[in-house]
């Protein structure tokens, strides 16, 4: 049996001693709630890939407490992480370093490089604080969606782990962007609420991987993730929410207030007011939905900031699957 636990001092100091142990812990951040384990100890480590069923080519992230740990971690860091650091950490980014020799083969899936991140929550900071840096994915099973709230850790890894602590929602709610040092030019591995345009500000130009990565730099993003467990799709307009609940059995649409309400006689769920609100709100509404509809229909977000990034989880989530529906493409 797995428990969850509020987050007392004395709650986070029974976590800190099970990871200190070699076990592993359920823990809040903003972004996405982790798995984590001790990121100097192998075996705690290994149980990580074996608790989530995770390929092992897919490195970890190491979370540390404050900008001065990062030294813990990794070797030759550019002025330019600390730039970052001053403005973005804690927060959701990660930064991709060249490794110290201590951190474990198994934490960076036996590359050279390791991705660092200061989460932006309290609980998770006290408990590196009393414990060490920690190694971490999303705590969901590998492929599901990204756990939001400590139940949905729960839902994934009830028996497998003794204790989840419990930090409320998640209020980012998608991970963190991940940004690759390690090379001459500055490269967005993964986007998310710590934008292009965000990082420009402070870098100057960076560059975006874009598609599928084949290469080494980083296994990770080969692999299919976020996805419910119910087919899914986008749409662009209200109507092609229409057309395509007409077609489908038990579907729900999931889009903003203004959007949603406008399909007052279909079965749907707000993501709020805002794109923030709709970040902050889309994994837990996937989780529901596929839970109790057998097909998920989703409103595409338009725009260039946080929007790109959440675009990019909802499009692996629907397997690429956008309606076009009748629409002449040419008008
Ligand atoms: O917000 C987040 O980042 C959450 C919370 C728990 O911190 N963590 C998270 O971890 O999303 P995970 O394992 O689900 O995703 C980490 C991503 C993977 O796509 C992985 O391939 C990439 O970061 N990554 C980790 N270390 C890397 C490295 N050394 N080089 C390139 N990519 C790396
Ligand atoms: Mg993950």
Known sequence: MTKILQPTQKNIKICSNEILKGELVGFPTETVYGLGADAFNTSAVEKIFKVKGRPQDNPLIVHIGEISQIKEVAIDIPQVAYKLAEIYMPGSLTLVLKKKDSVPDVVTAGGNTVGVR???NNIARKLIELSCPIAAP?????????PTTAEHVLDDLNGKIKYILDGGKCNCGI????????SNTPTILRPGAVTKYMIEKILGEVDEMHGEVKIAKS????YKHYA???????VETVQDAKDVYAKKGKAIVLGLKSFVEQL?????????ETSK??????YSALRYAEKKYEYII??????????????????KATNYNMYIGERNECN
């Open 138 to 146: 999303s705590a969901n099973i590998s492929k599901h969606i990204s």
């Open 219 to 222: 296994p990770g993003m080969k």
């Open 277 to 282: 609100e709709y970040m902050e709100n889309i």
């Open 175 to 182: 991970e963190s962007t991940v940004l690759d040092l390690s």
């Open 298 to 315: 989703i409103q595409k977000l338009e725009g260039d900031g946080i929007e790109k990034s959440i675009m990019n989880r909802v499009e």
């Open 264 to 272: 007052r006689t279909l079965s749907t769920y707000s993501l709020g």
């Open 118 to 120: 200061i989460p932006n």
């Open 228 to 234: 419910p467990k119910v087919d899914s799709i986008l």
